[in-house]
């Protein structure tokens, strides 16, 4: 069974940070990218960052760059996102997914993890 967990949300105040892990199992973690996803109260879901199982390589959403990075422990199954100087505008529920090679079409979905950012 196909599962991404993901962890490490909560409640912080503004130019804070968390650390968000998303754990994969009953696949073969290293043949998919896994990407980062948030959807806020009344907005559509936007992607957040990927990190890609071909090379390695990772993108971010320009709303985020320089402040959050995506990171992968293969040993562990595990995709990290940190989340630096926090905003309010960053309070959505984060969604980790797993795209067979590629950041572009995204296979499986987890449950999600609230953030809040306070100001």
């Known amino acids: 069974e196909v599962q991404l967990v993901e962890s490490g949300g909560g409640l912080v105040q503004a130019g804070g940070s968390l650390r968000l892990s998303c754990a994969a199992s009953?696949?073969?973690?290293?043949?998919?990218?896994i990407g980062w996803f948030r959807r806020a109260p009344g907005k559509e879901r936007e992607g957040v960052s990927c990190i890609s199982s071909s090379d390695g390589s990772t993108y971010y959403a320009d709303s985020v760059k320089g402040r959050f990075t995506i990171s992968s422990d293969n040993a562990k199954n595990t995709v990290y996102l940190q989340m630096n100087s926090l905003k309010p505008e960053d309070t959505a529920v984060y969604y980790c997914?797993?795209?067979?090679?590629?950041?572009?079409?995204?296979?499986?979905w987890g449950q999600g993890t609230q953030v809040t950012v306070s100001s």
């Open positions: 997914a797993a795209g067979l090679s590629s950041c572009h079409l995204f296979d499986y």
């Open positions: 009953g696949f073969t973690f290293d043949d998919y990218a």
